[in-house]
């Protein structure tokens, strides 16, 4: 796993930081400027800490997402008919891009006709959405 590095841009950016948000403050709330809490200042350790737990945390969610979307897609797989799966599989091997989860899980979803019927519903809600936007709004202009 990779671990936070500062390069030397990050770390200008972040050492200037206190001092863009008390210019901003300042510029947003120029009677009040002198009351408010100034940023705290900077402490490298702190700041280094901080995003190394965010990298981690977001390389958690996106592991946790990529394992999710397999263990749906891999089912969603076993449970299509033998020419869904070989149409899959013969698309599979003719990708030339990187074989990731969301890949496998178009794939899957267009060759057992999910994606069609996900279509579908999407431009039904959609269509039910606008009619009801128009009669609300054809009942605020009998209103007025």
Do not use: C
Not at 36 to 54: G, I, V
Not at 110 to 134: C, D, P, Y
């Amino acid at each position: 796993m990779e671990v936070f590095e500062w390069t030397k841009r990050k770390l200008t950016l972040a050492e200037r930081r206190p001092q863009r948000q008390a210019m901003k403050l300042a510029s947003n709330y120029p009677l009040i400027a002198s009351v408010l809490e100034p940023p705290q200042a900077f402490d490298l350790e702190r700041e280094t800490e901080s995003r190394r737990l965010a990298y981690q945390r977001s390389e958690q969610r996106m592991r946790a997402f990529h394992a999710r979307i397999w263990r749906e897609s891999r089912k969603d797989f076993f449970l299509a008919s033998d020419a869904q799966r070989a149409l899959i599989r013969s698309a599979w091997l003719e990708w030339r891009g990187p074989t990731t989860s969301t890949y496998f899980r178009y794939l899957v979803d267009l060759h057992t006709g999910v994606m069609k019927a996900r279509s579908e519903r999407f431009r039904a809600a959609e269509k039910q959405r606008r009619l009801s936007i128009l009669a609300l709004s054809s009942s605020q202009l009998q209103i007025q």
